[in-house]
């Protein structure tokens, strides 16, 4: 696909079009779902600016490329079961697109062990502070609960009940536990201390 052309002014009325074609309000909760998953992308590249150490790097890359594919998942309603398809059928283009699975999922979940084992456990909560890119990490991983309730609150509201991929779901659940590791890791790796909630 290639963007030829910037501004459309097929917005202005408050509209956007999916992937499908359909016109939808840019105040739809299908809309606010991957506008957050935009907004976390964003917060990623911009720790990415910061960080020297080439393997975060490369993950945070490889996360910034499935988010890219969740926010298009998230644009594209799944579609209801369709009968077989006469001989030779044409898919359509939602039923053919790219959409984030389990192996997306397994993979944070490999990523979260690799990182957190080294690891001293934690005894007590902790402030979402630290050097600049541990604090950035963790901004994103709030951002990526945000998502991840907007993508629950597009999953249970009636008019899209089983429009949505649920793998999205699991994906930026597990996400936000994978940047909350990270942002531990870039701390020590600055040699900035944790700093520990007080409950007075």
């Known amino acids: 696909m290639r963007i030829s052309k910037v501004y459309t002014r097929g917005g202005d009325a408050g509209k956007t079009s999916l992937a499908s074609g359909a016109r939808i309000s840019k105040a739809s909760l299908r809309v606010s779902a991957y506008g957050d998953v935009d907004e976390l992308n964003s917060f990623l590249g911009l720790a990415r600016a910061r960080i020297k150490d080439q393997a975060l790097q490369q993950l945070l890359g490889q996360i910034q490329n499935d ?8 644009a594209t309603p799944v579609p209801d079961p369709a009968p077989d398809p006469a001989p030779n059928a044409a898919k359509t283009k939602s039923r053919s697109m790219r959409r984030v699975g389990q192996s997306e999922v397994e993979s944070l979940e490999k990523s979260i062990d690799l990182y957190n084992d080294p690891l001293p456990p934690l005894k007590e909560f902790i402030l979402p502070a630290g050097n600049e890119v541990g604090a950035l990490l963790h901004v994103a991983r709030a951002v990526a609960r945000r998502a991840e309730r907007g993508a629950v609150r597009l999953s249970e509201d009636a008019a899209e009940a089983g429009k949505i991929n649920p793998q999205t779901i699991a994906y930026l659940n597990r996400l936000s536990d994978l940047l909350f590791v990270l942002a531990r890791v ?15």
Do not use: K, T, Y
């Open 67 to 74: 988010l890219f594919i969740i926010g298009a998942d998230l």
């Open 186 to 200: 870039v701390n020590r790796q600055g040699g900035s201390a944790e700093v520990f909630a007080e409950f007075r």
